[in-house]
């Protein structure tokens, strides 16, 4: 198992600036992902931070947008960036070890933008 | 390409009866993993249970049990004996063991009444 550390738990930002959210993890995991919870909404992935190398994102989703850094294997931010009302969502970070176990989630970041 | 469909938007269930949760879902792979979580209104993901493919036995883990249907690649959720701490946003999910991503469904709010 894994246990991930999220923070902040919660924001409330200005629109038209940028908030970065961390994701630690009590061990090395190769696969660390984000995604995004919008108002009564399901998860979407945004990107798969990758150590190492850029992260990869999915349609939708652009780098300058939501950059991510991912500087070892238990750590990664995302920045949401040029933040608008449409950003508030719940932001979760999220590993997986093995093919066939379950993804661990933090505890999620609430984000209003006002 | 993958997809999960939850059709039951929202559910109701009397305190300590049983309630189900339906979930189908489409791939072509023959190799994938199900997963149930439960969404408080805290927002934190929570792992309930988990199916593989290739397991013959319907999964178990304490009052939860997985209705693995695969000719009908249905993946039921169901809950006995509800408690009130049960209300929550429930999302059946699935992952290919080639891949890394995990598909999400719409969720089903499930609210259980004394």
């Known amino acids: 198992s894994a246990v991930i550390s999220q923070k902040p738990s919660r924001d409330i930002c200005q629109r038209g600036t940028s908030l970065t959210i961390q994701c630690q993890v009590d061990?090395?995991?190769?696969?660390m992902f984000w995604y995004r919870q919008q108002p009564g909404q399901s998860l979407t992935l945004i990107a798969t931070a990758n150590q190492g190398s850029e992260a990869t994102y999915e349609s939708g989703f652009v780098i300058d947008k939501f950059p991510i850094s991912r500087p070892n294997l238990t750590f990664s931010t995302l920045t949401v960036s040029n933040m608008s009302p449409e950003d508030s969502s719940i932001y979760l970070c999220?590993?997986?070890?093995?093919?066939?176990?379950?993804?661990?989630f933090g505890q999620g970041t609430r984000l209003t933008v006002v | 390409a993958q997809k999960i469909t939850q059709t039951q938007p929202g559910m109701f269930v009397q305190e300590k009866e049983a309630v189900t949760l339906d979930c189908t879902y489409d791939t072509s792979d023959p190799s994938y993993g199900l997963f149930w979580y439960k969404q408080p209104s805290s927002g934190e993901m929570i792992f309930l249970i988990y199916?593989?493919?290739?397991?013959?036995q319907n999964a178990t883990e304490g009052r939860y049990s997985l209705n693995f249907q695969k000719a009908r690649k249905s993946a039921n959720l169901v809950i006995s004996a509800s408690q009130l701490g049960d209300s929550a946003m429930y999302f059946c999910?699935?992952?290919?063991?080639?891949?890394?991503?995990?598909?999400f469904g719409t969720g089903t709010s499930l609210t259980v009444i004394p």
């Open positions: 999220s590993v997986a070890t093995q093919a066939n176990t379950e993804a661990f």
């Open positions: 199916q593989g493919s290739y397991d013959q």
């Open positions: 999910a699935m992952r290919l063991f080639t891949g890394n991503q995990f598909y």
């Open positions: 061990s090395q995991v190769t696969m």
